[in-house]
């Protein structure tokens, strides 16, 4: 089992859709983030949580961290939030400090 | 926030012929810079930990002899490819974590846009 699950693995959405990724680990981590990759593979960092809730635009990001859950939500999603959405945790294990695990990735898919 | 930038965006190059691939943090001091790299519809995978003025640190399977890394300053790392071969072509990523000038940078980690690499 991959310590850092993503889910949906693709998720195909109508134009203004609310849209859910959920992101669930099972290691102790320091902190969590969400990273967006487009086609061409440029990575872009949308938030770093370590507790709470965080809210940038239409892109909202939640932290259960005793149920090790995140959720990344976009609001009134339009067709150029197509991309890989992708959740990272940075792992403190012992002897894997500093250590960030990679989800799979949830491709997504909005039609105009 | 903070900024990484690498360069190039991407590159091309013949068999057997060496690519550097640079790290830069733009506002911020970096004493540790990640490198990663992702085949096509894989999860990014940790190469290798460089830190400011000492070795990187490479996981398992990942050849150092092949894959240079140098943290020269505290604002440059850089990941030479030599001798590259077409199975070498991936995405490279870098991320850098700041000086620890209090405890809220501790988790902090920023990444670099990427460099996608292809070996003819």
């Known amino acids: 089992k991959n310590e850092v699950e993503q889910s949906p693995q693709n998720l195909t959405a109508q134009e203004g859709e609310f849209i859910t990724i959920n992101c669930s680990y099972s290691v102790g981590i320091s902190a969590l983030h969400w990273l967006q990759q487009h086609p061409g593979g440029g990575i872009v960092s949308l938030f770093m949580l370590s507790s709470g809730k965080k809210k940038h635009g239409r892109l909202i990001a939640t932290i259960n961290i005793q149920e090790k859950h995140s959720s990344l939500h976009i609001t009134a999603s339009h067709p150029r939030d197509s991309a890989v959405y992708i959740c990272a945790v940075r792992s403190v294990e012992r002897n894997r400090d500093d250590k960030i695990i990679f989800g799979k990735g949830t491709r997504l898919h909005i039609l105009p | 926030g903070a900024v990484v930038s690498q360069h190039p965006s991407w590159v091309i190059c013949k068999s057997g012929t060496s690519v550097k691939i640079e790290c830069r943090s733009l506002d911020f001091q970096a004493t540790t810079m990640f490198w990663y790299r992702q085949f096509p519809k894989q999860s990014l995978m940790l190469m290798a930990t460089?830190?400011?003025?000492?070795?990187?640190?490479?996981e398992q399977g990942v050849e150092k002899d092949k894959f240079l890394i140098n943290h020269a300053s505290l604002t440059l790392s850089t990941l030479t490819v030599t001798s590259a071969h077409p199975e070498d072509s991936s995405f490279y990523i870098c991320?850098?974590?700041?000086?620890?000038?209090?405890?809220?940078?501790?988790?902090?980690?920023?990444f670099g846009p990427g460099t996608r690499l292809t070996v003819l």
């Open positions: 991320s850098a974590r700041p000086v620890i000038a209090g405890a809220r940078l501790l988790n902090e980690q920023f």
């Open positions: 460089s830190n400011e003025g000492s070795k990187a640190t490479y």
